[in-house]
């Protein structure tokens, strides 16, 4: 992409750039197969925690096979919506792949959030029990928000249970609020964890809770599962496997196994067998920030959005 000037992205404007949602399942396909590959360059998570509860991660990424490079500079506050503001802020940085230069920033929220909850979305077309009609929620921010919106793009009538300990703030139609996490996910077939991620439930998630099959998405970490739960599934994957193994070495999935493999693994070895409970932790990766985001910097491109600065 040749660089016309650094072009800024308001937050609003990333939302309203943000590509279809077949396209976002198609990119984040596309981004894990690269993945599986050895296409794509995606360096392990460089980690700061300046206060309690708090991280700021670095997370740059390459997609040879795109020539594109992207970084994202995210931060998650516990504290912050306790003081009306965001839990997650942050921004993403775009580079000509050919010179280096910078040509755009822009708020990365909607890009965590829609890539997250698509590539939970594409485990759950490829790895979820056939006919599923109930999901649960543990959580309720921003991330459970775009995962409610499209697990109901995926399946219209399906019936969503929530436990959060703000009830106020579900605002999702149809879906039932209940006072604990085994509440919710006793008798779904999906369930996703997505409590913020230096924090921890009271009594983690147990396998004797879940339906025989089952598939479980956790998108907060480790902060909402038992280990014994994961050490129990009959497939156990993750995003990236030396991300998974550097957030383990930092101190975090005490108890986890080692993965069984990688997500775009999986979909390049084709339609999963296994039955029983399968976990699918997508931790995060760079690359799929860098296929959103460069996709909505073509957009804001072709329909002239965004303020041009001067580097």
């Not at 925690?49 to 991280?55: K, L, N």
């Not at 594109?68 to 993403?92: D, E």
């Not at 056939?130 to 409610?148: E, I, M, N, Y």
């Amino acid at each position: 992409m040749t660089p016309d000037g650094l072009r800024y992205l308001s937050s609003r404007q990333v939302r309203e750039l943000l590509p279809p949602v077949a396209r976002q399942l198609e990119l984040v396909r596309e981004t894990y197969r690269a993945m599986a590959d050895g296409a794509v360059d995606v360096p392990a998570k460089l980690g700061l925690h300046p206060r309690e509860g708090s991280f700021l991660h670095a997370m740059p990424a390459y997609l040879r096979d795109r020539d594109l490079v992207a970084m994202k500079w995210i931060a998650g506050y516990a504290t912050n919506p306790v003081r009306g503001l965001p839990y997650l802020t942050g921004l993403i940085v775009l580079n000509d792949s050919e010179t280096g230069l910078p040509i755009a920033i822009m708020d990365c929220a909607a890009v965590t959030a829609a890539r997250t909850a698509a590539a939970s979305a594409l485990c759950v077309d490829e790895l979820a029990p056939s006919g599923w009609s109930t999901a649960a929620l543990v959580g309720f921010g921003v991330q459970a928000r775009a995962h409610a919106a499209i697990l109901r793009h995926l399946n219209p009538d399906m019936r969503l249970r929530v436990a959060t300990r703000r009830p106020g703030t579900v605002d999702e139609p149809g879906a039932e609020v209940v006072a604990s996490p085994r509440e919710a996910v006793e008798g779904a077939e999906i369930v996703v964890t997505g409590i913020p991620l230096r924090a921890r439930l009271d009594e983690p998630v147990v396998g004797e809770w879940l339906e025989p099959e089952c598939l479980v998405l956790p998108i907060d970490y480790d902060a909402c599962l038992h280990p014994a739960l994961v050490a129990a599934a009959s497939l156990f994957l993750v995003d990236d496997v030396d991300g998974f193994r550097g957030a383990r070495a930092a101190g975090q999935f005490g108890g986890w196994p080692e993965p069984h493999g990688t997500v775009g693994g999986a979909l390049a070895d084709g339609p999963a067998t296994a039955g029983g409970v399968r976990v699918c932790a997508n931790l995060g990766v760079g690359a799929l920030d860098a296929a959103f985001a460069v996709a909505v910097l073509s957009a804001a491109v072709e329909r002239e959005v965004g303020q041009l600065v001067e580097r």
